[in-house]
């Protein structure tokens, strides 16, 4: 065949186009992997999947949610079901290629999904590298890394995972695969578990407790790290004074009032570029949050508000933190969709982090909570940065 291969339809419709006030009759719809193209005579359109807020399905309608507004399809007859569930199969599928930074998926089952909210739908369950992806076929997929689940309870046919944020997700009638899937799912769990006291351990002899404390990608006060291991503390304390951040790390730790946070993360290349050691330092008295990190060739040090509208009380700290470890975990601890700004954004290259920020209220919090950054230019250079968030 000369030139490119052209792309097959996952599915193709007739149907009822509804937006801004507008409608459009008898529109061709053809859904492909990536995008949703319409065409009509004197309409056309083409809608990129990753770049879609939300797609709903109820009433026989499809509802398609974008920076302009609504889209509502409707009028598509007996193929309303085949082409609702492809579209939001196809949307999930875009959606964790965005949020899984290319995660295997060890082990998939099909079941039927309750969300915190109580709604029911079909789903399809799969068992990540690091995190739970379940795919609803009525709405958004949703995400539950592993570090971030507190309890699992098991029922026959049925178990539901709580999170720390206290969100239960309850997923139920996988028939035959729920043994199978469960035993995945505490398999990959038991893996992480390993991997993170394997990491942990080149700093200090670990056990499991302190490795389900500091698993990939939580960041836990360092109060917590040393009621467990007073001597895990003390050699990561010596490690970061060894660090090449060896006096911010002295600076931080005199603002932090016993506060500071500790976590250990795989880089964004996984073993390729080792683990990176984040600390993260609250400033109540300035309304300021510090995040600092060793290793990955850590540029700069980023400064957040505790509050918009003024600080928190130090009581307020642990839950302050779970939210911004959900936040983080939402962009793989990516630091650039928190402080590009909107017109950076706009380039072709980080249309993955602009449908994170229109979908991620954590990731919204975050990049209104920046106070700035710090770039690792020399120590008094920077800490006068530091000190000007500060004031």
Known sequence: MDGAEQAIPLITARMRVSLAQQKHERVTAQLFDDKLVFSAPGFSRTLKLGSLLAVRAADYSVTVSTDEGDIVLSMIGHLYEDFAGKLIRAFNEALFRQLLMKETAHFEAPGQYVSPAGEASPAVFRICETALVILPETHMLVRVPYCMAADVKTEPYRFTVTDRMGRAYVLQKLGRLTDPFLREYQKRVTDLRKQTRDKLSEIAPVDDALADLLMEGMIV???????????????????????????????????????????????????????????????????????ESVGEGAAATYVFRLGLKGSIPPESWRQWLLAFNDSMLAVNYRRE??????????????????????????????????????????????KRTIESYLE
Do not use: C
């Not at 500790?262 to 109540?284: A, D, N, Q, W, Y």
């Open 221 to 291: 006060p360092m109060e917590d790290v040393r009621a467990i291991s007073p001597a895990f503390a003390d050699a990561l304390d010596s490690r970061l004074k060894a660090s090449d951040i060896a006096q911010e790390y002295e600076y931080l730790k005199s603002l932090a009032d016993g506060s500071m946070a500790v976590g250990i993360k795989r880089g964004l290349m996984g073993e390729m570029t080792g683990e990176v050691i984040h600390t993260l330092t609250p400033v109540f008295v300035k309304n300021a949050v510090i995040l």
């Open 337 to 382: 969709p928190i402080y590009l700004s909107k017109e950076a954004l706009k380039a072709e290259k980080y249309e993955d982090y602009r449908g994170a920020l229109k979908r991620s209220e954590g990731l919204r919090n975050l990049r209104a909570l920046l106070a700035g950054r710090a770039v690792h230019s020399g120590f008094e250079a920077w």
